[in-house]
C-alpha cells in the first residue's frame, strides 16, 4: 500500500469522536504516556532473555522474583512485597547420577519393514508433571486414537502399549480457547484414561495449529485411581508423520524421559501497591503470572501479563495518579502447574477480612486488544457496559460477559470478588502456547502496550466509580 | 495460561450465538472451507519464497504474472486472462558499466573532531523513482529539520546541503495509517520541497516504530518545478544517532544512490472471473496488488491481498457456490508506484460501458480482521450495516463509513462504483512495511486466512442481495 485513499481515512477518525469528556481525556493521558514513554516492552526483554524460563521452583523463578520485586519498586509502588508460598517443584531433568551430565529427553521410532524399515527422532516433550520413564527406555508399540471414544474401542489393545491420542486442534472455531478447551482434555486427562486400560506411556499431539513442528508441554493430572504413565507431546509435523504410519504398519516407539518432583519450596508471589487516597481498604488487583514452562521464554504466557501490569502502575505514577482506592499489581506464582500463589492470595485476603472490589488478570497473550470480559452481578455488568465507548477506541471494542483468570479465581472463590479479563486477539497464541516459540521476538510492541492501555482504563474507570 | 476458567468461556460462546440462517450458515460454510482446506498461506510461500520481489517492470512482475494466471486457472476461474498495460520502470541499481558488477547504495558518515571524529556506514535505502546521485558520490554537510516548519526557519542554511527530515512516527494514535498519513507527506513532498531552497539531497527518518533499524522505501512525488535530487530513507536507531550527532556537531555524509527509470514497459492486471448466474452483466470487483517494492518479499504489502483474493475464488468452487453476479478477482499490476493497473482496470471497465456495482480491495496487511469500510450512498450503507451481524463473529466486528484502496480508486472515479476494504489490525503493519522485513515469515496462517473470510462473506452478501 502506497498512500492512504481519502475516503478510507474517515473511518479512522472514528475513534477521535467519541465526545471529549474529563475521563476521556484522563485515559488518553494513559494511552499517549504508555505508547510513547512505555517501559513494558524492555521489561520483556529483560525478563526473557536475561532471565528466561522460570517454573514454579528453578532457579529463573528465584531471579524473576527479585527482579520483579525491584522493578515495582523503581515503578513507583508505594509499598512492594513478596508474599510466601510453597510451590510445587517439578523438574524435566534427569542428571546422570555417576557423571552428573544432563539426561536429554528422547524419543525415537524404529519399527520393522513395511515396505520398508524406519527409523525417526521424534521431538519430544514431557508434559509437565509428568512421572519420566526411570533409569531404562521404554519401548513398545504404538496405538493410534483420534479421540477418547475411539479409545473405549480399542481399550482390548492398549494394554502395555504407547497410546498416541491424535486428537486435531479444530481449526473451525474463530476464537483459538475453544479449540484449546476442546483439545485440551487430551492433555489433561489422557494419560491417567490410558492407564486405566493399562497403557504404558501416552503422546499427545500438541494442542496448536502452528505451521512448524514444536512440540507444546503443559499440566497434565493424574488420576490417582491408576498408575502414573510417562506422557509426552509430539508436533504437528510428527503427529501427522505418525499417523501416517500408523495406517500402515506396526510402530515401535522409544522413549526416555526424566520427569519427577523434588520436595516443595518456597516461591512468591510480587506485589506492588498504590494506597488509595479516599477508600483504602477497597482493593482493586491486577495482575498476570510470573511463572513459565520451562521449555521457553515465556513471552507471551505471561510475561506479557507481567509487564503490562508493571507498565500501569509506571503510567499511573507518571502521570501523577492518586487512585482513590487501594490497586495491587500482582505477579502471582506458580500458575502453570500448581496455582498455589493464586490460591495463598485469595487465602490471605480472607484471613485479613479485605475487601476486594475487582480482581483483573492478564494471560492470554500479548496480542491486539480486542475485548474485556466480567464477571459480576447484572447491576455492576451494566455499569461495566457503560464504559464501553470509553476504552473502545484503545481496540477493546466489547465488554463482554464472562471474564476472570486462573489466579484470580481462588478469590472470587473465596470472596465473591467480581474479576475480569484481557481478552487479546487468539490467532496466534497457541502457535507458540507452552513451545519453544514462545519467546520475546514473537510479541510486537505496541500489541503489548496496548493491552496495558486497555486495562489501565478500566481500572481507573473501577477506580473512580467504584462496583 | 494453564486452563480455561469456565467463567471466561461465557464470552467466547457469544460467537455462534447468533440465530441460525440461511446467511450464517452458508458463511460459516465458507468459513469452515477457508480454515480448514485454505490454500493462502502456501500460495503467499510460493509467491514470496519462490518468487520474491515483484516491482513493476522486473523479472518478479514478469513471473508472479504467469504465476498468478496459472492459480487463477487452477483455482477454478470460468476465465482468468491478462489485461495489459503499460508500466513505469524504475530501477534502484546500479551497474558499472565496464565490469557489469552491481553497484550498491551507499550511505556512510565521516565527519571531524568533536570531541572525536565519527565514521559510521548508515543503512540506507533509495526512495522509489528517486534519482541517483550519477556517476559519483555526493558528499554534503547535513541540516536537521524535524518539520517542515523548521524547514522553512532553515530554508537559507539549506542550499547545496543535504536535508534530514526527522520528523518522528506518532506513537499516540492508536490507527497507525493516521502515523502514517501524518508522516508520509516528509517521504512524498520532502525532496522537492527541500530542492525548492538548493538542497542537493534529502535523507528521511522511515515511517515506521519498529524496534529494528530496517530502512524503508516508497514512492517520492517530484515536484517538477525544482530539480530532482537524490531521496533516501534510515531506519529509526540511524536517524536518532544522526539527530543526537547533528545537535553538537556538523556532519557530512557521503551518499551513492543508482536509482532511474528505463522505458515503460509491458505489465498485465490478472483477472479470474466466475460468470454470474442471473446478473452476469452486474460486476462485483476483489482485488489486491501484485507489485511490490523491491527490497523485500512484499508478503504483508501485498502478497496477503493477492492470496486471500485467490482464496475467496478457490472457497467459491470448492464449496460449489455459484454467484448470481459476476465476480472479478484482481490481481493489479503496479500500485506503488504508478497505478497504472487500477487505471487501465477502469478505463476499460468505463469504455466497455460495464455495469460496476461494488470493488473492494485488502492492501493494509494480512494481518486479523477488525473492520471492513465501506464507502457508497447512505441507503447502500445502510444496507451493508444491516450485515453487520453476519460477519462480526469473523472478526470484522464493525463496518464503517469510507473504504476503498488504491486500486480500485479509479473505478470509484470514472464509474461512481461503491468501494469497500478490509481493515485488519494495524499495530505490525508499519514495523514491515516497504522494508526488508516484509517477508513471509512476519504472516500468521489464521490472520491471513480471516481476512478472506471476512471478505469472501461480504462479497457473498452483495452478490446475493444486490447494492
Not at 508434559?127 to 527406555?137: A, F, I, M, Q
Request: proline letters at 4%; a neutral charge.
Amino acid at each position: 500500500m502506497r498512500k492512504l485513499p481519502f475516503l478510507l481515512l474517515f473511518a479512522f477518525t472514528v475513534q477521535i469522536s467519541f465526545a471529549q469528556t474529563e475521563d476521556s481525556i484522563f485515559i488518553k493521558r494513559i494511552s499517549d504516556e504508555i505508547l510513547t514513554n512505555g517501559k513494558a516492552y524492555e521489561n520483556l526483554r529483560h525478563l526473557t532473555k536475561k532471565i528466561g524460563a522460570r517454573l514454579a521452583g528453578s532457579p529463573g523463578m528465584v531471579k524473576s522474583e527479585q527482579w520483579g520485586l525491584k522493578v515495582m519498586q523503581e515503578s513507583g509502588a508505594h509499598k512492594a512485597w513478596m508474599q510466601e508460598c510453597m510451590v510445587p517443584h517439578w523438574v524435566r531433568g534427569g542428571k546422570d547420577i555417576a557423571s552428573a551430565a544432563y539426561i536429554p529427553e528422547r524419543g525415537e521410532v524404529k519399527s520393522g519393514p513395511y515396505p520398508t524399515s524406519v527409523k525417526k527422532e521424534l521431538d519430544i516433550i514431557a508434559l509437565g508433571n509428568s512421572v519420566g520413564t526411570g533409569n531404562n527406555t521404554l519401548t513398545e508399540q504404538v496405538v493410534l486414537v483420534n479421540s477418547f471414544d475411539e479409545l473405549e474401542k480399542k481399550k482390548e489393545e492398549v494394554k502395555d502399549k504407547i497410546v498416541f491420542y491424535n486428537y486435531k486442534f479444530n481449526p473451525t472455531y474463530i476464537n483459538t480457547f475453544l479449540s484449546y478447551r476442546d483439545a485440551g482434555q487430551y492433555r489433561g486427562q489422557g494419560p491417567s484414561r490410558a492407564a486405566k486400560y493399562g497403557a504404558k506411556a501416552v503422546i499427545v499431539r500438541s494442542m496448536s495449529h502452528a505451521a512448524d513442528n514444536h512440540p507444546h508441554t503443559g499440566a497434565i493430572r493424574y488420576d490417582s485411581a491408576y498408575a502414573k504413565i510417562p506422557a509426552v507431546a509430539i508436533g504437528l509435523q510428527d503427529a501427522d508423520w505418525l499417523s501416517e504410519q500408523l495406517q500402515k504398519r506396526n510402530v515401535m516407539v522409544t522413549l526416555k524421559t526424566n520427569g519427577h518432583f523434588l520436595p516443595d519450596t518456597i516461591g512468591h508471589n510480587i506485589i506492588g501497591e498504590l494506597r488509595g487516597t479516599e477508600f483504602p481498604d477497597e482493593i482493586i488487583t491486577v495482575g498476570g503470572h510470573l511463572d513459565s514452562w520451562d521449555n521457553c521464554e515465556g513471552a507471551h504466557d505471561d510475561g506479557a501479563g507481567c509487564v503490562q501490569t508493571i507498565e500501569m502502575l509506571r503510567a499511573f505514577k507518571a502521570i501523577g495518579y492518586k487512585p482513590k482506592r487501594t490497586i495491587r499489581f500482582v505477579l502471582f506464582a506458580n500458575e502453570e502447574n500448581g496455582l498455589r500463589g493464586g490460591n495463598k492470595y485469595a487465602e490471605e485476603a480472607k484471613a485479613k477480612n479485605e475487601k476486594h472490589i475487582l480482581a483483573m488478570e492478564s494471560d492470554a497473550g500479548g496480542f491486539t486488544p480486542r475485548s474485556l470480559g466480567f464477571s459480576g452481578s447484572d447491576v455492576q455488568y451494566e455499569k461495566v457496559l457503560s464504559w464501553k465507548a470509553l476504552i473502545a477506541p484503545y481496540g477493546c471494542t466489547e465488554i463482554n460477559k464472562g471474564g476472570g483468570g486462573a489466579d484470580i479465581g481462588p478469590l472470587n472463590r473465596a470472596l465473591k470478588t467480581p474479576t475480569a479479563s484481557l481478552n487479546p486477539d487468539s490467532q496466534r497464541y497457541f502457535d507458540i502456547h507452552h513451545a519453544r516459540s514462545d519467546v520475546f521476538e514473537a510479541v510486537n510492541k505496541r500489541e503489548l502496550e496496548l493491552g496495558a492501555v486497555n486495562m489501565a482504563a478500566f481500572i481507573y474507570l473501577v477506580d473512580k466509580y467504584g462496583l
